[in-house]
């Protein structure tokens, strides 16, 4: 039996009934924007580090408070190590300068074997965080759209999967690529995070022992007045084996693209 008043009462409901469809898309805007929300962070940071923190982040500041660091490192060794590790970290993370003198300091303060781990363990850490931070939010977007892409662009993606370790490897490895640079620039392109993880903590062993050895002759250094010289870099006994290590890297790649000649 048909009841008009129920019917009415339905009828009125519905009209009310708020609509969705424009909630999710509001929802869904939103939440992409906030995907955004941690690389900006950083960016932002790195911004005002950049111009607030160059004349702390210093060997000046390491040598004035020399005595002091090494007594607390004495007295509180792993207390010591934990604090260097997460400002490390923070450095890295947000693209602070004095990641050199960073480095060094981890030399000065826990010797070359130790100094090293602490170096390379937390800068793995600090690029960690930007690649992840730039993959969920600008990365996302831009690794679909390289997905979907095609004719040249598509060419330059296939190349760098068939090639994605040795590709890393080399931004690791060649010393003209900026660090921020290398931990950006795969997150962008959609590059695996185990694939960077891995190549990111073995690809920056050769340089971190660099610093961290020119980092434990610091004390000796400073009892000179003289400042670190960081031109050993480029010695050839040192920038040598690590350009080999670079067409070792690249090896894969130029085999790959002769096989691919051969072919055609």
């Known amino acids: 039996m048909h009841d008009p008043q129920a019917a009415h009462v339905v009828t009125r ?4 009934k708020p609509d969705t469809t424009m909630s999710d898309t509001t929802q869904t805007a939103r ?3 906030a995907r955004h929300i941690p690389l ?3 960016l932002a940071v790195a911004a005002v580090g950049f111009f607030t923190l160059g004349d702390y982040l210093t060997f000046e500041t390491l040598r004035d408070n020399r005595e002091a660091l090494l007594a607390w490192r004495d007295a509180n060794y792993w207390a010591m190590a934990a604090a260097f590790i997460a400002l490390y970290i923070v450095i890295v993370a947000f693209s602070l300068p004095g990641a050199a003198v ?3 300091t981890g030399g000065f303060l826990f010797g070359l074997f130790a100094g090293t781990v602490f170096n390379v363990f937390a800068a793995t850490i600090g690029a960690s965080a930007i690649f992840l931070a ?3 939010g600008l990365g996302g977007s831009l690794s679909a759209r390289l997905e979907s892409s095609e004719g040249t662009v598509k060419k330059l993606k296939d190349g760098l999967r068939e090639n994605e370790i040795s590709v890393l490897f080399l931004l690791r490895l060649v010393p003209v690529v900026p660090f921020f640079v290398a931990n950006l ?3 962008l392109v959609g590059v695996k995070f185990r694939n960077f993880l891995i190549t990111t ?3 920056i062993i050769p340089g971190g022992i660099v610093y961290t050895w020119i980092g434990v002759g610091l004390g000796g250094v400073f009892d000179r007045g003289e400042t670190p010289d960081v031109s050993l870099l480029w010695e050839p006994f040192v920038i040598g084996p690590i350009i080999g290590l670079s067409v070792l890297a690249a090896l894969p790649i130029v085999i790959k693209s002769l096989r691919g000649r051969k072919d055609t």
Request: charged share 15%; glycine share 10%.
């Open 40 to 42: 900006l962070v950083i």
């Open 31 to 33: 939440s992409g924007a």
């Open 102 to 104: 960073a480095s060094m």
């Open 134 to 136: 730039a993959r969920w």
């Open 201 to 203: 903590a073995l690809g």
């Open 13 to 16: 409901m519905k009209r009310i």
């Open 185 to 187: 620039v795969p997150a």
